[in-house]
């Protein structure tokens, strides 16, 4: 093990090359996370509904026959014709190119998207391990990066950021400041409550003042949950770039897109996009902000 690191140390092509290759293969397992644990997080309220209601007799007969998914249960297969997939035609991005996009035996399109996403993933890598270098806070960073991949696209599917990855990202990046690897554990602390309890007071104010909710809970952790990596002082950066950047594409989207003033937009994405360019970029950014303002 300790050669291997050696090696990635004294070459970074190498160091690079496996960052690639392995984070497309983490990517393909996003992929399934993104599609299954909305389903997970469905069948489990449905369950817990019916514990709490005692409803059992009110139950669908289609939810009795109704199979249970898990992040690894059933196999992956077409939705089209239920074709199981082989592990060959599974491989991350050479799967896709080989198969021409088309499921391989009825033919149906695969959505560019699954290769995308694993693209994204692994460009994304890339750049954290050229930013940071053969360390373990870049693993930690790796970690992050992906479960904001997996949030991004499930906020923008079905509006919900679960808990089951905000949480423990949060606790993570409390953990990796224990020593101040990227800021002071003061400033990870306060970073995490300070961004919790901005979003929180935007919409209390907002719903006392319209009578509506502005924005969803997990909004207000994932905010938490980059003022546990960032610390406190980069927070109204992140804000004003998502904030700017939500306000633009949602504005083009009613003029472009006839999309309704009433209807939600999901705000974790661009949270996620702008948490992520602050966590690498911050400093410069701000800096070049306030040398541009006075």
């Known amino acids: 093990m300790t050669d291997f690191i050696s090696l990635m140390n004294s070459n970074q092509t190498f160091f690079f090359g496996v960052t690639f290759i392995f984070s497309l293969m ?13 389903k997970m997080l469905e069948q489990g309220w449905k369950k817990e509904c019916r ?37 060959y035609e599974n491989l991350p991005v050479i799967s896709w190119l080989v198969l021409r996009g088309k499921c391989s035996q009825c033919r149906s399109k695969i959505s560019l998207r699954y290769p995308l996403v694993e693209l994204t993933t692994a460009i994304l890598s890339v750049v954290i391990a050229a930013h940071f270098g ?5 693993l930690f ?4 990066t992906w479960g904001l991949v997996c949030l991004t696209l499930i906020d923008f599917d079905h509006m919900l950021l679960p808990d089951q990855i905000t949480l423990p990202l949060l606790w993570l990046g409390l953990l990796v400041n224990l020593n101040g690897a990227i800021v002071p554990l003061s400033d990870s602390v306060i970073g995490a409550v300070a ?3 901005s979003l929180f007071s935007i919409f ?3 719903k006392l003042i319209t009578g509506k909710e502005g924005m969803g809970h997990g ?13 406190w002082q980069l927070l109204p950066l992140l804000i004003l770039m998502a904030s700017a950047v939500g306000a633009v594409i949602g504005i083009s989207m009613m003029m472009f897109k006839n999309h309704q003033r009433e209807q939600a937009i999901p705000f974790g ?26």
């Open 141 to 144: 960073l790796l970690i992050l």
């Open 195 to 197: 961004g919790y309890m």
């Open 26 to 38: 983490i990517g393909s397992f996003l992929n399934v996370v993104i599609f299954r644990l909305p």
């Open 51 to 87: 514990e709490f209601l005692a409803d059992e007799l009110a139950k669908p007969k289609s939810q009795s026959e109704e199979e249970f998914i898990t992040l690894s249960t059933p196999s992956s297969s077409c939705p089209s014709c239920q074709h199981k997939i082989r592990f």
């Open 204 to 206: 209390w104010l907002f």
């Open 219 to 231: 909004d207000f952790k994932l905010v938490a949950v980059f003022g546990a990596w960032i610390g």
């Open 269 to 294: 994405p661009y949270l996620a996009i702008a948490g992520w360019i602050t966590l690498l970029w911050g400093n410069d950014i701000w800096a070049w902000y306030l040398s541009y303002l006075y």
């Open 134 to 138: 053969v360390t373990l806070t870049t």
